[in-house]
């Protein structure tokens, strides 16, 4: 019987020691999940100024930092 035990406390040290791994190494992986718009920054296709993409305006594959560039943009660059 208490070889049963033991096993039990085993097993229960081994789950506990499994979770602990792979929160550590979740811990990191997690981490540019949470700061992804930081890193994509967006250049006006107008005046060249870089944005977060989250602020941007995009149209016809550019990307503008206002609706006023992008107008500005398409006057002078006419699509076809
Ligand atoms: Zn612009």
């Not at 107008?46 to 006057?75: I, K, M």
């Amino acid at each position: 019987m208490a070889f049963i035990i033991r096993l039990l406390i085993l097993a229960a040290l081994a789950w506990f020691g499994f979770r602990l791994v792979r929160q550590l190494m979740g811990g990191p992986q997690e981490l540019p999940k949470q700061t992804p718009r930081n890193e994509l920054m967006q250049r006006c296709a107008h005046c060249g100024v870089h944005l977060p993409s989250g602020e941007s305006t995009q149209s016809g594959g550019y990307t503008f930092c206002s609706e006023a560039h992008r107008d500005a943009y398409f006057r002078e660059h006419p699509r076809q």
